[in-house]
C-alpha cells in the first residue's frame, strides 16, 4: 500500500519534474486511515495525471473480498463508478481536457483471489484518471465528485505538482472544489 502510493508518487513526480519536493514527501510516508482519500495531481505540458488511493473502507465500508450478494452489489457499484472518472475528475471547462485513460487496482475486489492469497487487514483501491487537455494553461482547478459518489469520504489530502509548482491541500465534506497553484 505504502509502496505503491509512493512509486505513483515518485513516478508522478518525475513526469512533472518534481522529485525534490516528493522525496521529502515519500520519506514521511503516510498512514492508512478510514474516511480519507488521498490524490497527487501533476500536470506536465498537455497531460494531467490525478492517482487516488483510499481505503476500501473509505468506499465500501469494508476492507475484504465481497461475502455477501450485497457486499459484491457495492464493490461493483463502487467499480462502476470509480470507472467513469471524468464524474469524479472535472477539470475547469476552460482547460478543454478530455479523459483519454483510467486505471483501477484494488485486489481485494477482484471477482477471484490470485493464488495464495488471503484477505489483508487493510485494504486499498489504487486509481489513476490521465486527461489530455487542449488549454494547459487555463487548467485554474477540478472540481471533484467523489464526495458525491462516495459518502464515506470524510477528507482528501491533495499534494499538486505542476509548472507553477507544487502545493499540498486538504479538503473537508463538502467542499469540492480543489484550485490549482497559479
Do not use: W, Y
Amino acid at each position: 500500500m505504502l509502496l505503491n502510493r509512493s512509486l505513483r508518487l515518485l513516478r508522478t513526480s518525475l513526469m512533472s519534474g518534481a522529485l525534490v519536493a516528493s522525496c521529502a514527501v515519500l520519506a514521511q510516508g503516510s498512514a492508512h486511515v478510514h474516511g480519507l482519500v488521498n490524490l497527487d495531481v501533476a500536470v506536465e505540458a498537455q497531460t494531467l495525471t490525478v492517482d487516488l488511493e483510499a481505503p476500501l473502507d473509505s468506499l465500501l465500508g469494508f476492507e475484504h473480498r465481497p461475502r455477501t450478494p450485497a457486499q459484491r452489489k457495492a464493490a461493483d457499484d463502487a467499480m462502476k463508478r470509480m470507472n467513469d472518472g471524468a464524474s469524479l475528475v472535472r477539470p475547469a471547462a476552460a482547460a478543454q481536457c478530455t479523459l483519454a485513460k483510467t486505471t483501477i487496482e484494488a485486489e481485494a475486489l477482484q471477482s477471484t483471489a490470485p493464488a495464495g492469497a488471503k484477505d489483508a487487514e487493510h485494504a486499498d483501491l489504487d486509481a489513476t484518471f490521465v486527461f489530455t487537455c487542449a488549454q494547459p494553461d487555463k487548467l485554474a482547478s477540478i472540481e471533484l465528485g467523489l464526495f458525491d459518489a462516495f459518502q464515506r469520504i470524510k477528507r482528501i489530502e491533495v499534494q499538486v505538482a505542476g509548472p507553477q509548482g507544487q502545493s499540498k491541500q486538504t479538503l473537508e465534506r463538502p467542499q469540492k472544489l480543489l484550485k490549482l497553484a497559479r
